[in-house]
């Protein structure tokens, strides 16, 4: 079965830093594309960064220069360091791996919860 577990959320105040890390067991990351995305209540599930298995990295525009995600194949784990955040970084971050030759191949965690408040 695979497994993919988040953990790192929780709150933290306006200009402050989270750092986010994806354990995942079952499959080796090592073939997939791996990614953060994040959700507020009523709304739609967005992308936030990706990274694929040899590095290429890919960000939503609200985030660059303040989120840096990496992976690290050898520990199957994948992580996102957040700075600055703000209050519109409030979501519920889910950690995703897709299956750089199958996609249909697609998992997600259950997600970590980060609250930005002073």
């Known amino acids: 079965q695979v497994q993919i577990v988040e953990s790192g959320g929780g709150l933290v105040q306006p200009g402050g830093s989270l750092r986010l890390s994806c354990t995942v067991s079952?499959?080796?990351?090592?073939?997939?594309?791996t990614g953060w995305y994040r959700q507020r209540p009523g709304e739609e599930r967005t992308l936030v960064a990706s990274?694929?298995?040899?590095?290429?990295?890919n960000y939503a525009d609200s985030v660059k220069g303040r989120f840096t995600i990496s992976r690290d194949n050898a520990k199957n784990t994948v992580s996102l360091q957040m700075n600055n955040l703000n209050a519109e970084d409030t979501a519920v971050y889910y950690c995703?791996?897709?299956?750089?030759?199958?996609?249909?191949?697609?998992?997600w965690g259950k997600g970590t919860l980060v609250t930005v408040s002073p």
């Open positions: 995703n791996a897709r299956h750089q030759a199958a996609n249909f191949l697609t998992y």
């Open positions: 079952g499959i080796r990351i090592s073939m997939y594309s």
């Open positions: 990274i694929t298995s040899v590095g290429f990295t």
